[in-house]
């Protein structure tokens, strides 16, 4: 199963009755292990959380810091933009050079790089 189809497959399991925007994530870490990940929401709104956000939440519980390659999927328009929050949150585990393959239930895919997504991201580099 490729990332892509991963991610697609727990995106089933997204709680998105708010929004009705399910998204699913996929993130292979370093020792090639995948972790997943779907959007959250709350009835109390900005307690809502993102698919990438549990895809991390995932893989650091499970002992990895190293993020090796990433998919997002939802049923939209066009390969869905992670949120500005999400983008940080990747820039942390992620290199530059990682592969973030951006997709679409209706088969539409975007192939980008954590850099990409956030140029000149803050990182713990900034605070030596
Ligand atoms: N969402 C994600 O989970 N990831 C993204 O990359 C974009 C947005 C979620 C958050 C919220 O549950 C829903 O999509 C609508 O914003």
Do not use: H, W
Request: net charge negative.
């Amino acid at each position: 199963m490729t990332l892509v189809e991963a991610a697609a497959q727990v995106r089933g399991n997204a709680y998105a009755p708010y929004s009705n925007f399910k998204v699913g994530a996929a993130i292979r870490a370093g020792s090639g292990q995948v972790y997943l990940g779907v959007n959250v929401e709350n009835a109390a709104y900005p307690e809502g959380t993102c698919a990438e956000a549990g895809a991390i939440a995932a893989m650091v519980a499970a002992g990895e810091t190293r993020i090796a390659e990433v998919a997002v999927i939802a049923d939209a328009p066009r390969p869905v933009p992670p949120c500005g929050g999400c983008r940080q949150k990747l820039a942390e585990f992620g290199a530059g050079d990682v592969r973030v393959t951006l997709a679409t239930t209706r088969g539409a895919r975007q192939e980008t790089t954590v850099a990409e997504l956030l140029p000149g991201a803050f990182t713990d580099r900034d605070m030596a």
